[in-house]
């Protein structure tokens, strides 16, 4: 997938709750149901790596359409300058980028609002498994 710089960066918003009115809550809300269903099972303290593994499978029992890894070429008027992956994109239209961290930086919802923009999505979610309640732990973004 080939994708430009070339679209301003629309405003941004950023929620810690599902609200019908939002765009994409239909399918955000089953991809954070699906997340704290991981997360009730296997708790906070393991690697990114474990919690991907298990959303995989959990996506696979809940029927929802995802790509794992999925390639971004980054490039810059004309010329590719590089390459990313995000960590999933689920039903071709949300970007889900995983973390077990202290805490969320703001470099995180930066990363994950550069790969909206290159991507052309509108909706991300940055999910931090690594809290007592997952709840805390959910940031959805919005270009």
């Known amino acids: 997938m080939t994708n430009t710089f070339t679209k301003p960066l629309r ?8 609200d019908p009115n939002y765009a994409r809550s239909e399918i955000t809300s089953k991809i954070i149901s699906s997340c704290i269903e991981v997360h009730s099972f296997l708790g906070p303290g393991l690697l990114e790596s474990v919690y991907e593994d298990a959303l995989a499978r959990e996506f696979e029992l809940q029927h929802i359409k995802y790509e794992r890894q999925k390639p971004i070429e980054l490039n810059y008027k004309g010329k590719m300058i590089g390459s990313h992956r995000v960590d999933f994109l689920v039903e071709d239209d949300v970007i ?4 077990a961290v202290e805490s969320i930086n703001n470099i995180y919802l930066a990363q994950l609002m550069t790969y909206l923009k290159v991507m ?3 909706v991300g979610l940055l999910i931090n498994f690594n809290v007592e309640r997952l709840k805390e732990g959910i940031k959805r973004v919005i270009l």
């Not at 405003?11 to 599902?18: C, F, G, V």
């Not at 889900?96 to 973390?99: A, I, P, R």
């Open 120 to 122: 052309d999505k509108q």
């Open 11 to 18: 405003s941004l918003r950023e929620t810690n709750y599902i």
């Open 96 to 99: 889900v980028e995983l973390k």
